[in-house]
């Protein structure tokens, strides 16, 4: 009788939902100790054994297991992964599909990966009725993922009819399919002395190490501290001709820290800072284990602000430092302060001398090789441009009351939602900063969630500010090595909170706090790829797992929220009055028309012109709003009426005049701007509509000698590209920042004393349920910037249509008469929060096939809720969406609506799975979206 050989199940990447479940393979002899849930596999798949990666979810089998011949080692139909929880057997994470066995259980291929003869590779023994396929490799040291991970895939894969691998990838950092071991980060090569100080110094003193190049690279090393490694004698090292000291062949290498990306938390007294800082940039290290561990700050002379030491999390509280936060409460007391290695350029470049010397110094024996982990933390030398940002003010009366509620729900350690409604500059961020403290004092952690990648910087500047090294920031501008090392510091625990855009939600903390979803009313928290989830919904479902607190934040809360907080499932706090005691800014409405009835034709109506004039020669600050980028929003022909589109969608081309260019903004496809119409052949091609680059031109023609900023796509397309232009305005080199919607919410700049909205209306005409709301929020959020500093702010609102209701609320600052008025139009048109709505968007390169695929799965989704006595669903039949066509592809769309959207997502589930085994789809897209943001 033969062992059993070890089993793992995995998912695998690239799969479609038709294939998408576990399956089943041997792992090799060599590899079986290795292999846990959580790790990367690479497997063979399919008929031609293509390798694709894979993630194993459980692991069974191996010595000492004997089941009877043919019988699963898994028992029919038990689960791994009780419904509804998260506490998972030690062995495995999720459950197989039923019945998924080893050979000679009648599987078909595809639910062991494909078979090959007994006794064949992989390492199975030939005593089974057959063989499975065999794992290639196992890439990772250590798993990538824990049971809490899967249990939420499980939810998402359920609720966004997304594939096992489309969910775990958002939990793991971009790149991370391509690295060699994903617990490792990046690495240089470094040197250590190989030989205690005393005996370089004794060898320098007696002459056995003469040449002056190498005796000023040892005395460099001496000078930054860098020891032997720990356990090695201090003994004296070989002749200088001589064979390499004892102990292993010179050169070796040794590795330093990796997956250790932790810093110490303390100032300089305990170690923060020390030795020589070479040209790569600052050490620092500590002794979270037996030896000490190295780390290299990539960016050269960056440092984090002096105040930004974990005293500040406490002192925030009034209360003693703890001893340290969360996970980081392992670390010793006393934190060494000699780096354990430095990289072979910098010694060099220190010393003056070639990296030939150094190398000269390894083979001799002084000097030993070490790999370095390189900490390429994002936004690492930045200062905050808030001055004052790392002091805890004092607390106006309204934030200590919202403090007072939100403490005591975030000590209970149970799962709580708040609504913070503050209006603009209320403080809400000094808020946050007290909770994620306190957090942070009970040993747990915090995720800060924000909109835009363009208010990233600004609201990581003030947690760095407050909490220096712990913060660790997420968003899609940083590179993959850098979005990798920041989520490797927040699993090894060297960071406690988390600080970024919608994909921060994921960060890999083990005991959350508290989540912080600012500016909560904001679209883009929605992804509008698979997975289609919302960052709030994948928030509240970690922080029931968690026992944290959830807290939304905004001036403008969406309706969605406030109607929950209204009915008293969300607790409401409330902010009237901004914590500098400052007024909210005047708000004017101009109307356009009768600007054009007096014959004004500019951009500008009479009263923003004179407005701008008076903020320059008080030398303040403006910002002017446009919802559009680019120099015109389309071109036409005024011979024929033809209007230049996008020969892939069916939207017109923007023009881009620093380009010279038309610009589909939905595909990204350029082309040249015609000299004659396509159609007509006429010379009659002119421009329509304007962007920020049209306003940039207008504004440096009519204010000669100002200064100007453009804040768009287009000017913040390098990595660093939000910070300049914020850093530059910050400053006050700028007299007027033109931006879109990236500008509207969040910023904080003292100076800025007007604020113009050039064209309201483009939001007001927008295709969507949710365009008042949105043109509501848009125009309160950006009037907001204004007068938050001491002098007295004003905003300026351009409209064609100055009575709409969303027009005249922003004026007032009046949320609940604009909610008030909202709600009953969403109550009568059956529109969210009275009903969830269903999007099924089917795109195909076949106008016909792809509208008779949306008639199919839209007529069994209604018949399935027909048999289940659904009289409360309403199926639309599928129509042409305002798109109609993006990168060749024809697109119809069909809504569904239903008061309950658990019940929603059932029925389109069962109808999407029902369609999959036939040919309904085939060559289809189809994408599920659940409440969506947009409906082009």
Not at 355 to 374: N, Y
Request: net charge neutral; hydrophobic share 40%.
């Amino acid at each position: 009788m033969s062992h059993a050989p070890c089993i793992a199940t995995v998912v695998v990447s690239n799969a479609t939902r038709a294939f998408d479940r576990e399956y089943d393979y041997v792992v090799p002899e060599g590899l079986a100790g290795r292999a846990k849930p959580g790790m990367r596999a690479f497997a063979p798949f399919g008929a031609r054994n293509a390798a694709r990666v894979a993630i194993i979810v459980a692991v069974r089998g191996g010595p000492g297991a004997l089941p009877p011949e043919g019988e699963s080692l898994l028992p029919e139909g038990d689960s791994l992964l009780p419904k509804g929880g998260s506490m998972l057997p030690e062995q495995g994470i999720l459950p197989p599909e039923r019945g998924a066995s080893l050979a000679g259980s009648g599987l078909p291929p595809a639910e062991t990966g494909g078979r090959i003869e007994a006794g064949g590779s992989g390492g199975a023994p030939g005593a089974w009725h057959g063989a499975m396929k065999a794992l290639l490799s196992l890439p990772d040291s250590e798993p990538l993922l824990d049971s809490r991970d899967f249990a939420l895939a499980a939810h998402m894969r359920d609720k966004y009819m997304c594939t096992w691998f489309e969910a775990l990838s958002c939990m793991l950092p971009k790149g991370w399919d391509r690295e060699a071991d994903g617990a490792s980060g990046r690495t240089v090569m470094g040197v250590r002395l190989a030989a205690g100080p005393g005996a370089v110094r004794d060898a320098i003193d007696a002459g056995r190490i003469a040449r002056a190049q190498q005796i000023r690279v040892l005395e460099y090393m001496l000078a930054a501290g860098c020891e032997p490694a720990q356990g090695e004698q201090s003994g004296q090292a070989g002749e200088w001709a001589g064979a390499p000291k004892q102990g292993g062949p010179a050169g070796a290498v040794g590795q330093l820290a990796l997956g250790q990306l932790d810093e110490p938390t303390g100032g300089p007294e305990q170690g923060g800072q020390a030795g020589a800082s070479g040209q790569s940039g600052e050490w620092a290290a500590h002794g979270a284990q037996a030896g000490a561990h190295g780390q290299l700050d990539e960016q050269a002379g960056a440092s984090d602000p002096p105040a930004a030491t974990g005293e500040s999390v406490p002192a925030a509280l009034g209360e003693s430092a703890p001893a340290a936060p969360g996970e980081l409460a392992a670390r010793p007391a006393t934190v060494p302060a000699r780096p354990a290695a430095v990289p072979v350029r910098d010694a060099a470049a220190e010393a003056g001398v070639s990296a030939g010397v150094v190398d000269t110094l390894v083979r001799a024996g002084w000097l030993e090789r070490a790999s370095i982990a390189v900490d390429r933390r994002p936004g690492r030398g930045r200062r905050c441009a808030a001055p004052g940002a790392s002091e805890a003010p004092v607390p106006s009366a309204e934030q200590a009351r919202a403090l007072e509620y939100a403490s005591e729900r975030l000590e209970a350690r149970e799962f709580s939602e708040i609504l913070l409604h503050g209006v603009t500059g209320s403080g809400k961020t000094e808020v946050y900063m007290r909770l994620a403290a306190q957090a942070l004092a009970m040993g747990r952690q915090a995720i800060v969630l924000v909109p835009e990648i363009s208010l990233t910087p600004q609201m990581a500047d003030r947690f760095r500010a407050r909490f220096g090294k712990l913060v660790a920031i997420f968003h899609s501008r940083l590179s993959d090595g850098e979005r990798g090392d920041e989520w490797r510091r927040v699993r090894s625990g060297g960071a406690a909170i988390a600080v970024g855009a919608r994909s921060a939600v994921f960060a890999p903390f083990r005991d959350i706090g508290l989540v912080v979803i600012d500016e909560e009313h904001e679209s883009s928290y929605k992804s509008e790829m698979s997975p289609r989830y919302h960052a709030g919904e994948i928030a509240r479902f970690r922080c029931r797992e968690h026992g944290a607190l959830l807290m939304y934040g905004s001036a403008t809360p969406s309706v969605d929220t406030y109607f929950l907080a209204e009915q008293g499932k969300i607790r409401l706090l409330e902010m009237t009055g901004r914590a500098n005691s400052s007024r909210l800014p005047d708000v004017t409405v101009t109307d356009m028309r009768d600007e054009l009835r007096s014959g004004n034709r500019s951009i500008f109506g009479r009263p923003l012109e004179a407005a701008i004039r008076e903020s320059l020669a008080a030398k303040k600050q403006a910002i002017l709003f446009m919802n559009r980028r680019g120099y015109a929003s389309f071109m036409l022909c005024r011979d024929c009426g033809y209007i230049v589109t996008c020969r892939e969608c069916s939207v017109s081309y923007t023009y881009h005049q620093d380009r010279n260019r038309l610009v589909c903004h939905y595909c990204g496809l350029t082309a040249p701007v015609p000299s004659a119409c396509p159609a007509c052949g006429g010379g009659s091609v002119r421009q329509f509509g304007m962007g920020t680059e049209r306003v940039e031109e207008e504004v440096r023609k009519a204010f000669a000698g100002c200064t100007v900023i453009r804040m768009d796509r287009d000017t913040t397309s390098g990595k660093d590209g939000h910070a300049k232009v914020l850093d530059e305005f910050a400053r006050k080199k700028i007299d007027i920042l033109i931006g879109t919607q990236m500008i509207a919410k969040g910023h904080d700049f003292p100076d800025v004393t007007l604020v113009g909205v050039l064209a309201a209306d483009s939001i007001l005409n927008f295709n969507d349920y949710r365009a008042a709301e949105r043109a509501f929020q848009l125009l309160t959020q950006v009037s907001g910037r204004s007068g938050r500093g001491a002098a007295p702010g004003r905003a300026i609102i351009q409209t064609y249509n100055p009575d709409h209701y969303s027009v005249r609320m922003a004026r007032e600052h009046d949320y609940k008469g604009f909610y008030r008025q909202e709600i009953i139009a969403r109550r009568e048109l059956l529109y969210p929060p009275f009903n969830a709505i269903g999007a099924i968007l089917a795109s195909g390169r076949d106008d016909a096939a792809t509208r008779r695929a949306a008639e199919a799965l839209c007529g069994r989704i209604g018949a399935i809720g027909a048999a289940r006595g659904e009289t409360a669903l309403t199926v639309l039949a599928p129509m042409r969406p305002p798109i109609a066509k993006v990168r060749e592809k024809y697109r119809w769309r069909s809504i569904l609506k239903h008061p309950d959207a658990e019940a929603l997502e059932s029925l389109i589930r069962e109808a999407l799975d029902g369609c999959l085994g036939g040919r309904e789809l085939k060559n289809v897209d189809v994408s599920i979206d659940i409440n969506p943001f947009s409906m082009m």
